[in-house]
């Protein structure tokens, strides 16, 4: 017999625990993805900073070295119109900082850039045929969707409202993430701009439950066993951690983002759009305090982060994005496969006392 409460994501998904691997771009590589789906999670491989060359070769060395399922996580934004305007008075307000730090000002922006899910994208989908497939900010478009569907993956995506989440199931959503305000990195919202409608995981996740038919995964705030239980005693039929998996070693992470991690309190991450243009939860630093952390002058996402780019290179820690949730207290250093057991296994030994 499953000890497992609700054995709905295990059965949907083909895994053996009911915890997944937030798929963090820039900070998960196939070495995570592969620990977490070997220990008996679902591992996550994020392909939004990724070239379609870079995505086929990960998935390539997944493929290799495990048997177990994984996930692919995309962005479904629309890449935004040119602003040469605005463009140009973001970098301005930066000049300060350029000189400061000797960059060079006068030297063409970097482009800085997410690529959403498109026809290319699919057809590695296609391609690989992976057990699952996530997207953020919505769902593509049907044809897409449709193709991915048609390779037998079930779909996930993320939901920071009941409305969202009633939305993503009546569009196809195998199981919905429900995303609470505490989560690290960016914001799932696609259906409003406005931050104040997000919720907390705790108001979110029973609500959610009430509202779709489909299993309900917590997200947000979520460090540790006893944040599991409550999950499930929520209703959720699995977790999704990012930040507790930011301090394993398969993570990768700058040396000022781990520092950062093991040294910021509870109340020092802020949600902040100076890095892409859309709002996500970071540790606070200096260009969030100075800048904002929301900044009306950041260009649309992703563009922003093109010309905090020279800066990042001469003052790492103040200019660079160091995603996490609320929940980076509760980190331990631990292995990515030996978290993941230990998670579980804590879990339900504190489930059994109930």
Request: proline letters at 7%; a negative charge.
């Amino acid at each position: 017999m499953n000890p497992w409460p609700d054995t709905r994501i295990l059965d949907l998904l083909g895994i053996e625990l009911p915890i997944i691997q937030a798929p963090m771009a820039g900070a998960t590589g196939s070495a995570m993805v592969i620990a977490a789906s070997n220990a008996g999670a679902l591992g996550s491989m994020p392909a939004a900073m990724l070239s379609i060359e870079q995505l086929r070769a990960e998935l390539n060395v997944i493929r290799q070295h495990s048997q177990h399922p994984f996930n692919v996580n995309f962005f479904c934004h629309q890449p935004p119109m040119a602003d040469e305007q605005r463009a140009r008075q973001w970098k301005n307000l930066l000049e300060p900082y350029y000189r400061e730090l000797g960059a060079d000002f006068d030297a063409p922006t970097p482009v800085s850039n997410r690529a959403p899910f498109d026809a290319a994208a699919c057809a590695v989908v296609e391609e690989f045929c992976p057990e699952v497939v996530s997207f953020h900010f919505g769902l593509p478009e049907k044809s897409l969707l449709d193709r991915v569907k048609a390779t037998g993956a079930k779909v996930l995506s993320s939901a920071t409202t009941v409305d969202e989440a009633i939305w993503l199931e009546q569009h196809g959503c195998d199981a919905i993430i429900a995303m609470g305000y505490e989560a690290g990195g960016h914001r799932g919202m696609f259906l409003s701009n406005d931050l104040s409608s997000q919720v907390g995981t705790f108001a979110l996740v029973p609500q959610m439950v009430d509202a779709v038919s489909v299993p309900v995964i917590a997200a947000g705030g979520i460090g540790d066993a006893r944040g599991i239980v409550a999950a499930f005693a929520l209703g959720a039929s699995a977790v999704l951690l990012g930040t507790a998996y930011l301090f394993t070693p398969e993570a990768k992470v700058s040396a000022s983002h781990h520092r950062a991690l093991r040294s910021a309190k509870e109340s020092e991450t802020a949600l902040t759009n100076i890095f892409t243009g859309r709002p996500a939860r970071g540790i606070l630093n200096r260009v969030m305090r100075e800048l904002g952390p929301i900044s009306p002058a950041a260009p649309a996402f992703p563009m922003a982060g093109g010309a905090l780019m020279p800066l990042r290179a001469k003052g790492e820690a103040d200019f660079s994005n160091l995603w996490a949730g609320q929940a980076l207290r509760l980190g331990i250093e631990l292995p990515t496969a030996e978290l993941t057991r230990r998670l579980a296994d804590e879990a339900l030994a504190l489930m059994s006392r109930r």
